[in-house]
């Protein structure tokens, strides 16, 4: 919708006019000063649309928050608190494997796999698409506590450098070494 606004380039309001007014300068003037006023408007506009949305919304967030029950807290980046206004929309209803997963997804961006031990009374959440702890695990975890069952417990999974995935990389320790990577970098390494 917004596309066709180029917000970088004047508008030029004399193109939609008749010819004869082309020649008059305050008429010129007008078109100038309203053509400022319009980019802005356009500006203000496609801001405000972004807000419709929870992939681009910025200070429109604080309103899907108050619509979802959710506290907001600025010092979390946007990213954090779209997962956290995602997870609340998948949450609705009852909880399934389903919707589980789709909730971890949520914080994870990337495939989780969810394994139920109805016996010992509890479930395993497996991170496989990406590797790592989830940036906010924290938000997942109160999310998880929220929508589960309250007699089940919650195991996390993490999917690591495993010693397959350092041999098919084909580098010498020397090679490693020279990459200065942290443990925890080291862990969650992918080229």
């Known amino acids: 919708m917004f596309e066709e606004f180029n917000l970088n380039q004047n508008l030029d309001l004399m193109s939609y ?10 008429m010129i003037e007008l078109q100038e000063v309203l053509g400022v006023e319009v980019k802005d408007l356009q500006a ?5 649309f972004s807000q419709c ?10 309103l899907w928050e108050k619509e979802l029950g959710l506290k907001t ?6 990213t954090h608190r779209r997962e956290m206004i995602k997870a609340k929309f998948r949450s609705a209803g009852t909880t399934t494997k389903e919707m589980i997963e789709n909730v971890a997804r949520a914080f994870s961006n990337g495939e989780v796999e969810v394994m139920e031990h109805n016996e010992e009374y509890f479930f395993s959440i497996k991170f496989v698409g990406t590797r790592g702890i989830p940036s906010n695990m924290d938000g997942l975890k109160n999310t998880l506590n929220e929508i589960k069952p309250a007699h089940l417990g919650i ?17 010498t320790w020397d090679m490693w070494d020279s990459l200065n990577l942290t443990w925890d970098e080291f862990n969650v390494y992918n080229e």
Request: proline share 2%; charged share 35%; aromatic share 24%.
């Open 44 to 48: 203000k506009l496609k801001d405000l």
């Open 53 to 62: 949305f929870i992939e681009t919304a910025t200070w429109g967030l604080d």
């Open 73 to 78: 807290n600025y010092k979390n980046s946007y």
């Open 17 to 26: 006019l008749p010819f004869y007014w082309k020649d008059i300068k305050e």
């Open 155 to 171: 195991e996390y999974i993490f999917t690591q450098l495993t010693w397959d995935d350092f041999d098919k990389y084909n580098k």
